[in-house]
C-alpha cells in the first residue's frame, strides 16, 4: 500500500512539474502588449474623477486579470497617481511623464522586463496646454527589444461646440499623425532601431471614411495598424479609438488574432465600471523566441 501511495505521489509531483514547465515556456513565448485609457487618475488630492481605495484596488484587478507584460496608460495625473494603483500590484513597476499638464501618459510594465525610460517626446505636443508629449521607452523580452512610444492624441470633447473649434482639434490630430508617421520613420530609416510600437488613444479610428485625422499613419508603407478593426467595448457600434501601432519589422512577430478588448463592462455593476474608467483595455501579443534582427 505504501509503495502505491509513493508511486501515485511521484507521479503527481511530476505532473505538476511538467504543467508548471509548460505556463512557464507559454509565457516567455509571447510578449502581451495592451493600452488603458484611465480617465483622470488621481492622486486623492482634488481629483476631477474621485475614487476611494476599493477604486483603485478594482482597476489593480483589471490590470491583473489582463496580464500585460507592458500596458500603457493615459490621463494621469502625476507619479503619485499611479503609485496608489501599483500598491496593489506589486509585481508591476512604472514610469509616467510630466509635461502633459493633469493628464500624462506613462506604462506600466511587469518587473522581468527590461524597460527604459529614454524621455518625453515634446514634438508630439503641438500646441500648449491643448496636448500632450509623447513618452519613448526601450523595452525587451528575451529576444524581442523594441522603442515604444505612448501617446495620447487631440482628443473632440464636448468643449467643441462651434464648428471652428471642432476643425482645430483635427487640424491638431490630423499634425500630431503625421509628427508619428515622421517619428517612427527616421528611426527605421536610421537603423537604429527597426521595433517600433506606438499604443495609447488615438482619438480617431482609421475606419473612419470622412476627414480621417490619422491618414498619415494609414498611408506610412512602414507601420501597420494592428487594432483598426476592432470595436468600442462602450459604443458597440462604434470603432474603438485606442489603437496599438508597429513597425513592419514589429509586426512579423505579431500574432494574427491576438487583438483583443477586455470588456470589464459587461461582467460588473455600472456605478463600479464608471470608476474604473470610460476606456477599456485593448491588448495583443507578439512572439518573442526568434532571433533579433537589429
Keep these: 500500500m505504501k509503495k502505491n501511495i509513493y508511486i501515485l ?55 491583473r486579470k489582463i496580464n500585460a507584460d507592458v500596458l500603457a496608460v493615459q490621463e494621469v495625473e502625476n507619479a503619485g497617481a499611479l503609485m496608489k494603483l501599483i500598491h496593489y500590484l506589486p509585481e508591476y513597476s512604472f514610469y509616467v511623464g510630466k509635461g502633459g499638464g493633469q493628464q500624462n501618459v506613462g506604462v506600466i510594465f511587469k518587473k522581468y522586463m527590461k524597460v527604459d525610460y529614454l524621455g518625453e517626446y515634446f514634438p508630439l505636443a503641438v500646441e500648449s496646454h491643448k496636448t500632450r508629449p509623447g513618452l519613448i521607452l526601450s523595452c525587451k523580452k528575451n ?21 471652428e ?17 515622421e517619428w517612427l520613420d527616421s528611426i527605421t530609416n536610421s537603423g537604429k532601431e527597426k521595433d517600433i ?20 499613419l494609414i498611408n506610412d508603407r512602414n507601420l501597420t495598424i494592428l487594432t483598426g478593426a476592432m470595436k468600442s467595448c462602450r459604443y458597440k457600434s462604434a470603432y474603438g479609438i485606442d ?52
Design 9 to 63: 505521489l511521484f507521479v503527481l509531483l511530476v505532473s505538476c512539474s511538467k504543467e508548471t514547465d509548460k505556463t512557464l515556456i507559454q509565457t516567455g513565448k509571447n510578449l502581451t502588449v495592451g493600452t488603458f485609457n484611465l480617465e483622470w487618475l488621481g492622486d486623492g488630492a482634488r481629483d476631477r474623477n474621485q475614487r476611494t481605495e476599493p477604486d483603485y484596488k478594482n482597476m489593480a484587478d483589471i490590470i
Design 197 to 216: 510600437i506606438i499604443a495609447g488613444d488615438f482619438n480617431d479610428t482609421p475606419t473612419r471614411k470622412k476627414d480621417n485625422t490619422l491618414i498619415p
Design 243 to 294: 489603437q496599438i501601432v508597429a513597425s513592419v519589422a514589429a509586426a512579423k512577430r505579431f500574432i494574427k488574432n491576438s487583438e483583443r478588448t477586455y470588456d470589464f463592462r459587461s461582467s460588473i455593476p455600472d456605478a463600479q465600471a464608471s470608476k474604473i474608467s470610460d476606456h477599456c483595455p485593448v491588448l495583443l501579443e507578439f512572439e518573442v523566441v526568434s532571433p533579433d534582427n537589429d
Design 165 to 181: 473649434k471642432q476643425e482645430n482639434s483635427k487640424e491638431i490630430r490630423l499634425k500630431q499623425a503625421q509628427i508619428l508617421s
Design 143 to 163: 529576444n524581442f527589444d523594441f522603442y515604444l512610444m505612448v501617446v495620447h492624441l487631440k482628443s473632440s470633447s464636448h468643449w467643441d461646440n462651434t464648428e
